[in-house]
């Protein structure tokens, strides 16, 4: 048996400085291993009913053939849980031996079919046999125990199961289905994820049944990389090594949903968190396999990386050691900085635009960045993802811009410009500490970690103007980033720091991909006052080929999927499956083009009951369908209006935004 053991407060992975995957138990799935010394595996789920044979094996197989290694399949009664047996005799008929998984919910009895056949089941230990009324009461200890002691009698079946058939096990907690029990307990936080885990966990290690995998998913990016982490921690703690199944549930689609999966999926990646991933698009399931291998990719070889100065932690954070005290990898506590103009302290992280590599800038420039200036009316419109700042390196503005945005030159070059309203300098670390001219405002300052020096740190102490640009060209470069905060912590230096990363001839897809892995995360952390994309994407000429839009967007999204600015309505919208009551991808493309404008509104969008009401505490509205042909809408948890028909629900759900006071008209000021 394993010991438990005294560890650090921050310790959730093998080191905060150089890549190196968690060491964790191998579980042998059919002819695959996860876990252990084996690659990360990539994974999804079909969303045909289980039910039409032909249908479930010819998307397995799309799935497959796209590079899926597991193939999921929901199960939510014993006819679908004994028709899995029909789908796996056709896929090996016709040459595949992927293992298949059994997604099961609210039914004991199809898991226990289910496990008989196929390679692995998953289990949710907030609906198997559980109790699902969102009742509000106190447990007495003895009330919980017997609570406990029923959810052993129903899950340990399954488990001896498990064992005599050689059959894997996730344990999958889900932030928006969480029992009854654990939501009195301990709320729907990280913490009582982990604990809904742990009690089912309990069970399986008091029978010695040990081939499981745990999963902690979220649609809160925050609170899915606190709960993993946390899990990790506890585990360490415990001497246990469970594999990790990664996900980012209900992500959405399209970019969105790309860029939230990867902040929260990156930030364990680039832990050495995580032996198996799946991506939860709104989307047909092939097409999860690519983004999820993109993200997968980029740790083969990451171990090579330029070494980063360690970290170490004093044993409590109450003690004095790195100057940590207030931040967590469990929760979220932003960065305490100073206030420079609308950076830092209470301000929302800014986005500077790179235009430094434009020949020449005009109005229609900023067109990509949220400014759009109307000849007739002369007058600049600007969206609600108009950058804040500018970056024109060595190149000047010669027309009037909007008074909402500032302009960062080079230094040489500001000089002549000093006295133009909102023009502020960027300072190279030298030319800084030489005591370059400075604005008396705002002054940017240019560093990388291998660069930040003592001396620079002492500088920025005494200047309430500065600002820092950070910068990496390492390829662990979140880490090494992330060492520059601690250090600036350890200093007890508040100056505001802009997150910058560069990227040069890589896809669209990589670009949105690589940017919210390694900036997302340090925001996720409270670290960050900003965010600089500079894309140094170039075409066959040498010539530089521009993508301003999706950097925008891409930056707005990072801020928006770690939850630090909000700049549009967020959609939580699940993936959909077997279980799922009416078109996903339609109605959610109806939602949006109805919606869309509302800054800030969350609304989610269920194909059905299993999640529904648990993910709507997460958002504002939400959209669950609860039989063919019919629609429940709620207002955050609680259900607003039932048995609405599929054919008026968009139309209800937008009167039920009016009726609440949160909807505005497409093009207003408000």
Same mark, same amino acid.
């Given at each position: 048996?394993?010991?438990?053991?005294?560890?650090?407060?921050? *310790?959730?992975?093998?080191?905060?400085?150089?890549?190196?995957?968690?060491?964790?138990?191998?579980?042998?799935?059919?002819?695959?291993?996860?876990?252990?010394?084996?690659?990360?595996?990539?994974?999804?789920?079909?969303?045909?009913?289980?039910?039409? *044979? %032909?249908?479930?094996?010819?998307?397995?197989?799309?799935?497959?053939?796209?590079?899926?290694?597991?193939?999921?399949? *929901?199960?939510?009664?014993?006819?679908?849980?004994?028709?899995?047996?029909?789908?796996?005799?056709?896929?090996?008929?016709?040459?595949?031996?992927?293992? +298949?998984?059994?997604?099961?919910?609210?039914?004991?009895?199809?898991?226990?079919?289910?496990?008989?056949?196929?390679?692995?089941?998953?289990?949710?230990?907030?609906?198997?046999?559980?109790?699902?009324?969102?009742?509000?009461?106190?447990?007495?200890?003895?009330?919980?125990?017997?609570?406990?002691?029923?959810?052993?009698?129903?899950?340990?079946?399954?488990?001896?199961?498990?064992?005599?058939?050689? *059959?894997?096990?996730?344990?999958?907690?889900?932030?928006?289905?969480?029992?009854?029990?654990?939501?009195?307990?301990?709320?729907?936080?990280?913490?009582?994820?982990?604990?809904?885990?742990?009690?089912? #966990?309990?069970?399986?290690?008091?029978?010695?049944?040990?081939?499981?995998?745990?999963?902690?998913?979220?649609?809160?990016?925050?609170?899915?990389?606190?709960?993993?982490?946390?899990?990790?921690?506890?585990?360490?703690?415990?001497?246990?090594?469970?594999?990790?199944?990664?996900?980012?549930?209900?992500?959405?689609?399209?970019?969105?949903?790309?860029?939230?999966?990867?902040?929260?999926?990156?930030?364990?990646?680039?832990?050495?968190?995580?032996?198996?991933?799946?991506?939860?698009?709104?989307?047909?399931?092939? !097409?999860?396999?690519?983004?999820?291998?993109?993200?997968?990719?980029?740790?083969?070889?990451?171990?090579?990386?330029?070494?980063?100065?360690?970290?170490?932690?004093?044993?409590? $954070?109450?003690?004095?050691?790195?100057?940590?005290?207030?931040?967590?990898? !469990?929760?979220?506590?932003?960065?305490?900085?100073?206030?420079?103009?609308?950076?830092?302290?209470?301000?929302?992280?800014?986005?500077?635009?790179?235009?430094?590599?434009?020949?020449?800038?005009?109005?229609?420039?900023? !067109?990509?960045?949220?400014?759009?200036?109307?000849?007739?009316?002369?007058?600049?419109?600007?969206?609600?993802?108009?950058?804040?700042?500018?970056?024109?390196?060595?190149?000047?503005?010669?027309?009037?811009?909007?008074?909402?945005?500032?302009?960062?030159?080079?230094? $040489?070059?500001?000089?002549?410009?000093?006295?133009?309203?909102?023009?502020?300098?960027?300072?190279?670390?030298?030319?800084?500490?030489?005591?370059?001219?400075?604005?008396?405002?705002?002054?940017?300052?240019?560093?990388?970690? $291998?660069?930040?020096?003592?001396?620079?740190?002492?500088?920025?102490?005494?200047?309430?103007?500065?600002?820092?640009?950070?910068?990496?060209?390492?390829?662990?470069?979140?880490?090494?980033?992330?060492?520059?905060?601690?250090?600036?912590?350890?200093?007890?230096?508040?100056?505001?720091?802009?997150?910058?990363?560069?990227?040069?001839?890589?896809?669209?897809?990589?670009?949105?991909?690589?940017?919210?892995?390694?900036?997302?995360? +340090?925001?996720?952390?409270?670290?960050?006052?900003?965010?600089?994309?500079?894309?140094?994407?170039?075409?066959?000429?040498?010539?530089?080929?521009?993508?301003?839009?999706?950097?925008?967007?891409?930056?707005?999204?990072?801020?928006?999927?770690?939850?630090?600015?909000?700049?549009?309505?967020?959609?939580?919208?699940?993936?959909?499956?077997?279980?799922?009551?009416?078109? #996903?991808?339609?109605?959610?493309?109806?939602?949006?083009?109805?919606?869309?404008?509302?800054?800030?509104?969350?609304?989610?969008?269920?194909?059905?009951?299993?999640?529904?009401?648990?993910?709507?505490?997460?958002?504002?509205?939400?959209?669950?369908?609860?039989?063919?042909?019919?629609?429940?809408?709620?207002?955050?948890?609680?259900?607003?209006?039932?048995?609405?028909?599929?054919?008026? %629900?968009?139309?209800?759900?937008?009167?039920?935004?009016?009726?609440?006071?949160?909807?505005?008209?497409?093009?207003?000021?408000?």
């Amino acid at each position: 048996m394993s010991e438990p053991r005294i560890i650090s407060p921050w *310790t959730y992975c093998p080191s905060l400085t150089r890549y190196e995957r968690w060491k964790t138990r191998a579980v042998r799935i059919g002819d695959i291993g996860i876990g252990g010394d084996n690659p990360i595996r990539v994974q999804s789920m079909t969303t045909t009913d289980t039910m039409d *044979t %032909a249908g479930t094996v010819a998307q397995s197989i799309r799935m497959i053939e796209a590079g899926c290694e597991l193939v999921r399949i *929901t199960a939510p009664s014993k006819k679908e849980a004994e028709n899995l047996a029909e789908i796996k005799k056709q896929l090996k008929a016709a040459g595949f031996n992927t293992p +298949l998984v059994a997604d099961i919910h609210f039914t004991p009895n199809a898991a226990e079919i289910a496990a008989r056949i196929v390679e692995k089941v998953r289990v949710n230990p907030g609906n198997y046999a559980d109790k699902k009324k969102f009742d509000v009461r106190e447990y007495t200890d003895d009330q919980y125990e017997a609570e406990l002691e029923r959810i052993r009698e129903r899950f340990t079946p399954l488990v001896k199961i498990c064992k005599e058939h050689g *059959t894997a096990m996730r344990i999958g907690t889900n932030h928006g289905s969480l029992s009854d029990r654990i939501l009195n307990r301990y709320g729907d936080t990280p913490q009582g994820m982990v604990e809904s885990a742990f009690e089912f #966990l309990r069970i399986c290690r008091d029978e010695n049944y040990h081939e499981i995998v745990l999963s902690m998913k979220a649609s809160n990016v925050q609170v899915m990389v606190q709960a993993y982490r946390l899990l990790v921690h506890r585990m360490m703690s415990e001497g246990w090594d469970y594999p990790l199944h990664l996900g980012v549930t209900e992500a959405g689609d399209g970019e969105d949903g790309r860029v939230k999966s990867a902040a929260g999926i990156g930030a364990l990646l680039e832990d050495g968190i995580g032996d198996t991933v799946r991506v939860s698009l709104t989307e047909d399931p092939e !097409f999860e396999i690519p983004v999820a291998k993109a993200l997968v990719a980029r740790y083969s070889d990451r171990s090579t990386h330029d070494l980063i100065p360690a970290v170490s932690f004093s044993p409590s $954070p109450s003690e004095k050691g790195l100057g940590v005290e207030g931040h967590s990898p !469990f929760t979220h506590q932003r960065r305490h900085t100073t206030e420079v103009l609308n950076i830092g302290a209470r301000h929302v992280p800014v986005v500077m635009a790179d235009l430094s590599g434009k020949d020449k800038i005009t109005p229609a420039t900023l !067109f990509a960045w949220g400014y759009r200036y109307s000849v007739p009316l002369d007058k600049w419109n600007i969206t609600d993802q108009a950058c804040d700042y500018v970056f024109i390196g060595k190149n000047s503005i010669d027309f009037a811009t909007p008074g909402t945005l500032g302009i960062v030159q080079e230094h $040489p070059v500001w000089l002549k410009d000093r006295n133009k309203d909102r023009h502020y300098p960027f300072h190279q670390q030298a030319a800084y500490l030489a005591g370059a001219a400075r604005h008396p405002q705002l002054n940017i300052v240019y560093t990388t970690l $291998p660069n930040l020096s003592a001396e620079l740190i002492a500088a920025l102490k005494n200047d309430p103007t500065a600002v820092l640009l950070i910068d990496s060209y390492n390829t662990h470069g979140m880490a090494e980033q992330r060492r520059l905060f601690f250090s600036l912590l350890e200093a007890g230096c508040e100056t505001p720091v802009i997150i910058g990363r560069a990227y040069g001839n890589i896809s669209n897809d990589d670009l949105v991909l690589h940017s919210s892995t390694d900036i997302g995360p +340090l925001f996720i952390d409270g670290f960050g006052d900003g965010i600089f994309i500079a894309d140094e994407h170039r075409d066959e000429s040498g010539a530089t080929k521009p993508r301003e839009d999706l950097v925008c967007r891409t930056a707005f999204g990072i801020l928006q999927a770690t939850r630090t600015r909000t700049s549009k309505t967020e959609y939580i919208s699940c993936p959909s499956c077997g279980r799922t009551l009416f078109d #996903l991808q339609e109605t959610t493309a109806k939602i949006r083009a109805r919606t869309s404008h509302l800054k800030g509104i969350k609304i989610g969008i269920m194909g059905c009951i299993v999640n529904g009401p648990g993910e709507m505490a997460d958002a504002d509205y939400g959209y669950v369908g609860t039989g063919p042909g019919v629609i429940t809408l709620y207002k955050e948890k609680e259900v607003v209006k039932r048995n609405v028909p599929s054919e008026r %629900a968009v139309d209800e759900l937008i009167g039920l935004i009016k009726e609440h006071g949160d909807w505005v008209e497409v093009g207003s000021d408000t």
